[in-house]
């Protein structure tokens, strides 16, 4: 039984990496970038509805949307201030920044909020006992689920189908050519940062109602975490960033389970680093060597 | 030699002149008791954090490549160089600590290896992200190490009840707790030392073949092949003097204070070595010393202003974004290479009818 | 230039590709490329854009490893030879669009190209022990000799960024050189540049094949400059020759023509 709880808990736990992950994927795909930010956002999403609900008693789904909003309006933020005047530069620049601007969201937090971590009152409680209460899952493990199947139901209509998500694949395959078609590129790439970060609002939300704490650095290490995810779903890719998140919770949970707790990053880190030596394009990724 | 190579070695003896004198002038200023207890306390680590940033700086601004794990290498220094200058009770603090800091140089090194062979035919943000993985595996894996040291050897266990130790047996890393019980060996001269040799050992790289091979692998790797640069090779020789350079550092580091705990390797310091190296210019060793000097000492004398402190972080953050979009707004840096061009090249320039510009298009 | 027909009927070529081919996910970027090139020899390599004429030159470097056929420099097979290794068989480039080390000096590009001549080791470069002096003074005054061939003597100490476009071509040039290839590969070299600069780089092609005893394959879309310094012409339209021979027997072929104006055969 332990065994069957420890894959709901690594699925559910890769629900909020793969919601994460798409955000990442998303970004990286079209403006060819690591949003090393894309971690601490999930943590401003996680401190809005903590408040919205701790200090203002707003009902659990507006806080929630309270949430989406501000993230949302901070990804398109942080695009437009930090990295769109460095579209042409070299990408150890847009890197460093991206790295200025998580530092940035970290540090404001922590002066905004205090360094001491608070306890995040769950969005739903309580949980469902199957198998005469030799299994328990919680509600928020399933909501977690749900939220993932729905998300990347949606994106994949909204790429396949809609007129702006055809323009997203069109710029992240080639942004010149994009253009040339009467695409807007700089207001693509900002659409992509604020579906990438109301998303991580979300996954702030779920994984604090998971792991009831909250601090100014909650988002970086999930954050590299579904980074990973990504990697290993094959960067770019969305049904690749949900194969790489659900993979990566289960190694995870697993290693928690059976190696050490304390180990856990170690053996993550150490499937990135197999990964990409094995299959550098992950796992439903495709592989562009550069053009001479 | 020719002009060319004494125009380079003028600037390397500038560096090492800077460096002599700052150590001249503060011995000086300690002799006269001029110098707080804070202050003095800063300067071993100070000269660490000069040799982490020049080391980072090898990575970054010469080869090109964003190395966010920097800190992890210091940590294999700094725990390697413990244990080895405590398995050396028997022998005087000068060798023990040139020991310790040969060995934090090795593990280093061993380290860079490690990660470099993997990961350096990766590129880019790739490399960013495995380097900062690594730094957060070693940091892991000390948490739960567990070493101590008798007349047998060293024993090292993840179990933590500890080895099983002979009569007058030492532990020296507890896990959690990390190094407890360590030597304060470190000393400014041995630390200034240190820097002089980070110098002599990164400018001579850099003005010799290898150096030209791994500046020519960052400006244009296609390009570098084609003239048969072997990549992985050029890459790894850097990657791996920084890790070593590092590992030196951190064995200097981890003597200067009686116990050490993983954490203090963990990645905010990368960041911070990293803001050292953007700072002082990518690529100029002498921006590293002075923005390393300069940002480390700061806002520690800076301590009693308390929004400094609590904000240290997060001036460093906007620092490093307002850095980078300076240096890459278009149109400054059209005007910063205009600056650039010496005489002669202006004179080119007029005799070609201003066809310069177009010379960078090709990129 | 009567040198080369001996050259051809005696002494195998430096240079042999025997159906040489590349499929990219069953595009025929190239098929059946047959070539020989003697020592001395200047080759233009034409066709229409996208006929595949880069992809060659990335065959022949190793930047693409070849999916049929095999290329033999000096009669051995360069199957499976990484770019790096194709620089120490003697085989050296230019591309298209330029590519240099921007922030080192003219003269550090070209010492760069050294590396594989020389052999002092790291530590010894470190250490500056008395091999470092010795190779580095040696290959200053070559690096600076076939700049002075190149009249870029006057702008050693410049980045290469900063030079005038049509000393960035030939800088590339300088650099291939450098290697002591003994084949080179210019991909256009005289795109963008004026009929002066052209006229000038003609001038210098044909001067290092003298100077360096090279042999070149040219791509080019400029004509009169193939026309006028090539001995032998090879067109490929859509990944395969379709003709080659002297310039004039090039320009009168009904295929060539078709190609260029788009008719059918």
Not at chain 1, 49 to 60: K, Q, V
Not at chain 2, 261 to 288: D, E, Q
């Amino acid at each position: 039984m332990s065994f069957l709880s420890n894959i709901l808990t690594g699925v559910s736990l890769g629900s909020i990496y793969a919601i994460i992950a798409l955000g990442y994927t998303m970004v990286y795909g079209i403006a060819k970038m690591l949003n090393f930010a894309h971690g601490d956002v999930i943590m401003v999403g996680a401190f809005m509805c903590f408040f919205a609900t701790g200090r203002y008693g707003l009902p659990p789904l507006v806080s929630v949307l309270l949430a989406v909003v501000v993230c949302t309006a901070l990804g398109i933020l942080i695009e437009g201030l930090a990295y769109k005047p460095l579209r042409e530069a070299p990408s150890l620049a847009v890197l460093i920044t991206a790295i200025g601007v998580s530092y940035l969201l970290q540090n404001g937090a922590q002066l905004l909020w205090g360094a001491d971590t608070k306890t995040f009152t769950p969005i739903v409680s309580g949980s469902l006992s199957l198998v005469e209460g030799r299994l328990n899952i919680s509600y928020v493990s399933l909501l977690a689920m749900a939220c993932c199947l729905v998300v990347m139901v949606c994106l994949t209509l909204f790429t396949s189908r809609t007129r702006m998500g055809k323009a997203m694949r069109a710029c992240s395959e080639d942004k010149g050519a994009a253009q040339l078609m009467g695409i807007n590129v700089n207001s693509t790439i900002s659409m992509t940062f604020a579906i990438g970060s109301a998303l991580a609002a979300v996954a702030g939300v779920l994984m604090c109602s998971a792991y009831p704490v909250l601090s100014p650095t909650t988002g970086s290490l999930p954050g590299i975490r579904a980074f990973t995810a990504a990697v290993f779903g094959g960067i770019g890719s969305i049904p690749g960033a949900f194969l790489g998140g659900i993979l990566l919770g289960i190694i995870e949970t697993f290693a928690k389970a059976y190696i050490s707790t304390d180990l856990s990053d170690a053996v993550v880190f150490a499937v990135l680093i197999i990964v990409l030596l094995v299959k550098p394009a992950g796992l439903l990724g495709k592989y562009v060597p550069e053009k001479v | 030699m020719k002009r060319t190579l004494s125009k380079t070695s003028i600037n390397g003896f500038i560096n090492y002149g800077i460096v002599i004198a700052a150590f001249l002038i503060l011995q000086l200023l300690m002799a006269q008791g001029m110098i707080s207890n804070t202050l003095k306390s800063l300067l071993v680590p100070v000269c660490c954090y000069i040799v982490m940033a020049i080391s980072l700086n090898l990575t970054v601004g010469i080869l090109g490549e964003l190395s966010l794990g920097h800190a992890g290498f210091m940590s294999l220094g700094a725990f390697s160089g413990i244990v080895a200058a405590m398995a050396m009770q028997e022998f005087s603090p000068v060798p023990r600590l040139i020991a310790a800091i040969l060995v934090g140089s090795i593990a280093g090194a061993l380290g860079g290896v490690l990660v470099g062979v993997p990961v350096l035919r990766l590129q880019g943000d790739y490399l960013a992200i495995v380097t900062l993985a690594f730094g957060e595996i070693i940091r892991n894996i000390i948490v739960v190490l567990y070493v101590g040291l008798d007349q047998k050897g060293i024993h090292i266990t993840t179990n933590s009840a500890g080895p099983a130790l002979e009569e007058g047996g030492i532990m020296v890393i507890k896990g959690p707790m990390g190094a407890v019980g360590v030597p304060k060996l470190a000393s400014f001269t041995a630390g200034f030392v240190l820097i002089l040799i980070t110098l002599f050992v990164v400018q001579n790289l850099v003005n010799s073949r290898a150096g030209r091979a791994i500046m020519a692998l960052r400006d244009n790797r296609i390009a570098a092949e084609s003239v048969g640069i072997h990549v992985t090779k050029y890459k790894l020789m850097a990657f791996v003097i920084s890790a070593a350079l590092a590992g030196a550092a951190g064995a200097l580091f981890g003597l200067n204070y009686s116990s050490t705990v993983s954490s203090k390797f963990g990645f905010n310091t990368s960041i911070l070595i990293l803001v050292f190296v953007v700072l002082g210019g990518l690529g100029s060793i002498r921006g590293s010393i002075i923005s390393a000097a300069l940002l480390y000492i700061l806002p520690e004398m800076l301590r009693g202003f308390e929004f400094i402190t609590k904000a240290r972080m997060l001036i460093y953050a906007v620092i490093l974004i307002a850095v980078m979009l300076t240096i890459n707004n278009p149109a400054l840096k059209s005007l910063l290479e205009e600056r650039d061009l010496s005489l002669g090249g202006l004179l080119g320039k007029l005799k070609n009818g201003g066809r310069a510009k177009k010379g960078g298009a090709g990129q | 230039m009567s040198g080369s027909t001996d050259n051809r009927k005696n002494g195998t070529p430096v240079m042999r590709a025997e159906n040489l081919g590349i499929t990219f996910g069953g595009l025929h970027a190239v098929s059946g490329f047959d070539m020989e090139m003697y020592e001395g020899e200047l080759i233009g390599l034409i066709g229409p854009n996208g006929a595949g004429k880069t992809t060659v030159f990335n065959l022949l470097t190793g930047v693409y490893q070849p999916t049929e056929g095999n290329f033999y420099l000096h009669g051995k097979s360069m199957l499976g030879k990484k770019p790096h290794q194709m620089a120490k068989e003697g085989i050296a480039r230019t591309f298209q669009n330029i590519r240099l080390f921007k922030d080192l000096s003219v003269l550090e590009n070209v010492k760069v190209a050294f590396n594989q001549s020389m052999s002092y080791s790291m530590l010894e470069g470190i250490l500056r022990l008395p091999r470092y002096w010795k190779e580095e003074e040696e290959i200053e005054r070559k690096a600076k000799e076939i700049l002075a061939v190149f009249h870029m003597e006057g702008e050693v100490d410049q980045k290469a960024k900063n030079l005038p476009y049509g000393r960035q071509r030939k800088l590339e040039i300088a650099r291939a050189i450098a290697t002591g290839a003994k084949i080179l590969l210019l991909d256009e070299p005289a795109a963008g540049m004026n009929p002066t600069e052209t006229a000038e780089l003609m001038e210098t092609i044909t001067l290092i094949r003298t100077r360096f005893g090279v042999s070149i394959l040219l791509i080019e879309h400029d004509m009169s400059l193939v026309m006028s310094i090539c001995e032998r012409i090879v067109v490929i339209d859509y990944g395969q020759i379709i003709a080659s021979g002297s310039p004039y027997e090039v320009a009168n072929d009904p295929k060539v023509i078709g190609a260029y104006l788009g008719q059918d055969e």
